[in-house]
Nanobody, 115 residues
């Protein structure tokens, strides 16, 4: 399993930006897909963005053009740059990593966007 530690959440006004970081305990070259989900109370966790080991990315329609996922293999870290934030982006954001068919999760970081 991979240990993941997220950081970078917080409170921001609508239109603002935040960058989430997800640091992995293993060299992420050995990890396949990584990405971010988010969850609000009473709703299912939804995929926000994902990135493969080769650097291919995938985004939810609701964040395309506003969010960018990237990975820094030298720092074993995946980032989620979130721009033009909206109140509906408010959620707990969870990082995940897939390695050897096992998915590991971070503890989550709260993002709150005020209107």
């Amino acid at each position: 399993q991979v240990q993941l530690v997220e950081s970078g959440g917080g409170l921001v006004q609508a239109g603002g930006s935040l960058r989430l970081s997800c640091a992995a305990s293993r060299i992420i070259n050995s990890i396949n897909d990584m990405g971010w989900y988010r969850q609000t109370p009473g709703k299912q966790r939804e995929l926000v963005a994902a990135i493969t080991s080769g650097g291919s990315t995938n985004y939810a329609d609701s964040v395309k053009g506003r969010f960018t996922i990237s990975r820094d293999n030298a720092r074993n870290t995946v980032y989620l740059q979130m721009n033009s934030l909206k109140p509906e982006d408010t959620a707990v954001y969870y990082c995940y990593a897939d390695r050897n068919l096992i998915r590991s999760w971070g503890q989550g970081t709260q993002v709150t966007v005020s209107s």
